[in-house]
C-alpha cells in the first residue's frame, strides 16, 4: 500500500520528486519497464517536495502500472481523469489522440489536486483547466538520443526517459463534474 505524504496541510503526489533524490542521474534497468533507462535514486519523503518534477521511476511506475499520480493507487475499474494541457493532435491510425507525460488520477485525487496546486488553481482562475474523462488509453515510453542521455547521466547510450499516456479516447469536463459528488466504485 502507498503510503499518502503531505508537506504542511499538502497531500504530496506520488510522482513528485523530493529534494532528497536529486544529483545522482543514472541508467540503469527500469524494474517498471524492464528496459534501460534514465534513473535517479529513490528516497522518497526526505528533504522537501519539488513540485511540477516527476520522479523518473514513479514517473514510469504510475503509468506503466495504471496508477493514479496522486495517491499512487490502482485506477483500474475507476474513473479516470486528465488535467494535462496537452492538446489533441490528429494521428493517422487512431484518430485524434492526446499525448500527455501527466499521468492520469482518481476523480477524487483530480478534485483534491485542483483545491491544492497552485499552477491548477491558477488555471481555473485564467479558464484553461482541462478536465478529460479518460475513457480509452494506452502507455508510451520515450526513448532518448544518446546525447541526450549522456548529457543526463554522463553514459552516451539509447535509454527510456519519461512514460508518456496516449488518450484514445475521452468526455471534456467541466469543474462542476470534478467537483461533484464522487460515488466510489
Ligand atoms: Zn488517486
Known amino acids: 500500500m502507498v503510503e499518502q505524504l503531505h508537506y504542511g496541510d499538502v497531500p504530496v503526489p506520488y510522482t513528485v520528486a ?17 528496459r534501460l533507462a534514465i534513473s535517479q535514486p529513490v ?4 528533504g522537501k517536495p519539488v513540485f511540477g518534477k516527476p ?4 514517473q514510469r ?17 475507476r474513473t ?7 492538446r489533441p493532435r490528429a494521428n493517422g491510425a487512431t484518430g485524434l489522440n492526446v499525448l500527455q507525460v501527466e499521468p492520469l488520477l482518481h476523480k477524487e485525487c483530480a478534485a483534491v489536486s485542483v483545491r491544492h496546486c497552485p499552477s491548477l488553481k491558477r488555471d481555473i482562475r485564467e479558464g484553461t483547466l482541462a478536465i ?3 475513457t480509452r488509453h494506452r502507455t508510451q515510453f520515450a526513448m532518448m538520443s544518446p546525447e541526450y542521455v549522456e548529457q543526463q547521466t554522463g553514459t552516451a547510450a539509447k535509454a527510456v526517459g519519461h512514460a508518456k499516456v496516449e488518450l484514445l479516447a475521452w468526455r471534456e469536463r467541466d469543474l462542476a ?3 461533484s459528488e464522487v460515488s466510489h466504485g
Open 177 to 179: 463534474w470534478l467537483t
Open 43 to 46: 528516497a522518497r519523503g526526505e
Open 18 to 34: 523530493w529534494s532528497g533524490e536529486e544529483g545522482g542521474a543514472h541508467l540503469a534497468v527500469c524494474p517498471h519497464v524492464h
Open 61 to 77: 511506475e504510475v503509468i506503466a502500472d495504471d496508477r493514479c499520480d496522486l495517491c499512487g493507487k490502482s485506477l483500474r475499474n
Open 80 to 86: 479516470k481523469v486528465s488535467l494535462s494541457h496537452a
Open 132 to 134: 478529460r474523462q479518460v
Open 55 to 58: 520522479h523518473m521511476q514513479r
